[in-house]
Nanobody
Framework: QVQLVESGGGLVQAGGSLRLSCAAS????????MAWFRQAPGKERQFVAA????????YYADSVKGRFTISRDNAKNTVYLQMNSLKPEDTAVYYC???????????????WGQGTQVTVSS
């Protein structure tokens, strides 16, 4: 089992920045790829970014390219999502996920955190 705990969400004005953290514990060797998803009210869960746990490979959704950066600290078993130039449409609950493949569908990930709310005001 892998446990994931997100933190760092909050309320920010448009154009501002936030950094989300996802701390992994348990059998983290199985968490080869880590990803961030988001879900706005009434919408499906949407892929945001993913990163390989050891190789540094990463992938971003087109909607966040150039604004968001995913990174990881293996010593701390933590993955980060730096979000800059935030827009009101970025408002959502952000979830951390772990799985064995670099993929965009939520079904590709086996473990999920509880989510952290990000609200961007206009």
């Amino acid at each position: 089992q892998v446990q994931l705990v997100e933190s760092g969400g909050g309320l920010v004005q448009a154009g501002g920045s936030l950094r989300l953290s996802c701390a992994a514990s348990g059998r983290t060797l199985r968490a080869s790829f880590m990803a961030w998803f988001r879900q706005a009210p009434g919408k499906e869960r949407q892929f945001v970014a993913a990163i390989s746990w050891s190789g540094g490979s990463y992938y971003y959704a087109d909607s966040v390219k150039g604004r968001f950066t995913i990174s990881r600290d293996n010593a701390k078993n933590t993955v980060y999502l730096q979000m800059n130039s935030l827009k009101p449409e970025d408002t959502a609950v952000y979830y951390c996920a772990a799985g064995a493949h670099l993929a965009t569908p939520p079904t590709a990930y086996d473990y999920w955190g509880q989510g952290t709310q990000v609200t961007v005001s206009s």
